[in-house]
């Protein structure tokens, strides 16, 4: 996993022995054994004494003790590629100061000393320590070396095992109340260019703090473009006016990636250490910081830093690490309604915004066929004429059946327009595009149109093997008397998602055209949850909400090749190009993350998708997903205005710009399994 830019970062709240040293480096010695595949591994605060030491930090034994642990832990890491951070008192002349080690390769590599001690309520450190202000001297003689010391210090990959990383993996160390400040030294590092920040803390329990805690950790790790961990003291230091939780916490970039078990949390309490290990993307890190060029404005508030390098292992197996299957949707539960909350409101606030800018009772009108997206798009309309307070008929459905429309979506489509107050006109077009044929001289599938009528040549199409039925003529024609009817009725709101708009799935100024499109960045694994979403929470029981799941477990298709002879939809959109499910992973990835082929696949791997897939079907359908995202990129050039509601868009005039004759050799070179190549609706 190292190979993509991750790297893994442990943090540990270790049982504490108080005031015994060697016990406790006993403990760190153990754990750091049973932790061999972690890159970076992160004790306490003052892990090697305990934090609740008080006066006893005056005392010279417990001194010598610490610096004695540190020794016997420091060589525990001979041999281990990677960095071990643990806290310990150090005297540095006539001061003590609270520090973090950086232990690596059997050596001491450097000493970070606290800057901002708490001296308020419970906590009393300056009775100790003093805070560091960058005027310490930028070494100290620690196991007889000259050791690098200060608060400037960053800890930086390097070697040949480090060259994949490419500069991404710098860590940056700050202790506990640093982060409660106003400017958290962490930001500073971060700017100096950390990607990785970690904070050895002993912050003890009190109601609501945890939360507050997690919210500090994650909010900085956002700030910063960075991953940022926190390992907790734990409820083996001393209890005699305060309790330690052992919380420790994993973030990235504003996510949270995960939490130890803590006192306090309802679970069983637990005496021995706690751990917890996450593999940080460092790689996407850096891509976000680059695409982000406010993060980089920022460089005018940079201190000078000292870097100091270390190695790290040439790879690990595995991957220890959430990876939704489905990026752009939500867990099912509240945050899931939330997110589609959300969303809904932000296509009804866009479409009533252009709804007001119109002439007074200019009607709105949509193509109505009983699928997802022609459906959200509806609900959306809908709702914004709801919403302002225009009459029933201001919004009007006009449903277009053709020679692939089966019995379920049109009756569908009727029936949603009916519950939704939606006046509905019907215009059969296949007399229509039987002319067009007749008038292009153009045979589809081999069947001469003339002499026929539009119920001979349904029945002429229905014998045609279904392994024959591949005409781009005979779909562009139906696609583009369908957007001709209805741009000759007036305003039309558009239906395509954010992934037919991906994968160019779309016939060019038909579907692929309107005057204001609502579902132009919405996902397709999200159109299906958000149409489940309006079902259940605005429609009480009855024939609305049973209308609404039933299209939301329809088939996903065009609709434009013939229907099978028992009335059922022929075309299935997933079966041409590949899963939906799999195409939005991809998408996600390549356009947030910016992430390479090899990356996204080998994530793909580690996704628990609604089924299995074989490794060379995602390889296959990840080849599918470049070739058509590049060669496909010249109807995004050109597409109808619409909001953006999540990070992925695709809009040439917001998020994405992109050449329409750009060349996907360099990506499909990546990727090792070959998949037949797939007609491209034109």
Known sequence: MNQHGFVRLTCVSPRTSIADPAANAREAISLIERLADSDLVLFPELSLTGYTCGDLFGQDTLLEGALAALGSVARATKGRPGLVVVGAPIAVGNSLFNCAIALGGGEIMGVVPKQHLPNYKEFYELRWFRAATGDEPTEILLEGRSIPFGVDLLFEAKGVSASRFVGDLVVGIEICEDLWVPIPPSTLQAIGGATVLLNLSASNETIGKSRYRADLVTGQSGRCIAAYALAGAGPTESTTDLVFGGHCLIAENGRLLGESSRVGDGGPLARDARILTRDVDVAELRFDRRTMSSFGDSGAFSRPTRRVGFEVAPDHAGLERLIPAAPFVPAEGPELDRRCAEVFGIQCAGLAKRIEQLPAATPLFLGVSGGLDSTLA??????????????????????????????????????????????????????????????????????????????????????????????????????????????????????????????????????????????????????????????????????????????????????????????????????????????????????????????????????????????????????????????????????PDGPKVGTVSLSPRGDWRMPSDADPAQWLAEITVDDPDTPARG
């Open 378 to 639: 509806l609900l959306v309309a809908v709702a914004a004429r709801d919403a302002m307070e225009l009459p029933p008929d201001s919004v009007r459905g006009l449903t277009m059946p053709g020679f692939g429309t089966t019995e379920r979506t049109r009756s569908n489509a009727h029936a949603l327009m009916e519950h939704l107050s939606v006046p509905a006109e019907t215009i059969d077009i296949r007399p229509l595009a039987l002319d067009a044929f007749r008038q292009l001289g153009h045979h589809p599938f081999g069947v001469d149109c003339r002499g026929h009528s539009v119920e001979s040549f349904t029945a002429a199409l229905a014998r045609v093997p279904r392994e024959a039925r591949n005409d781009l003529v005979f779909e562009n024609v139906q696609a583009r008397l369908r957007t001709f009817l209805l741009m000759s009725r007036g305003f039309v709101i558009g239906t395509g998602d954010l992934s037919e708009l991906a994968l160019g799935w779309s016939t060019y100024n038909a579907d692929h055209m309107s005057m204001y499109n609502p579902n132009c960045s919405i996902p397709k694994t999200l159109v299906r949850f958000l149409v489940r979403y309006v079902a259940l929470r605005q429609f009480p029981e009855g024939p609305a909400r049973s209308t609404l799941l039933s299209i939301a477990e329809t088939t996903i298709s065009p609709e434009l090749l013939p229907a099978s002879t028992t009335g059922e939809i022929e075309q299935s959109t997933e079966d041409a190009i590949g899963p939906y499910e799999l195409h939005d992973f991809f998408l996600y990835h390549a356009i947030r993350h910016g992430y390479p082929p090899r990356k996204i696949l080998f994530l793909s791997e580690h996704a628990a998708f609604s089924r299995s897939y074989p490794r060379s079907v995602l390889a296959a359908t990840l080849r599918t997903f470049y070739t058509r995202f590049f060669r496909q990129q010249y109807k995004r050039s050109c597409v």
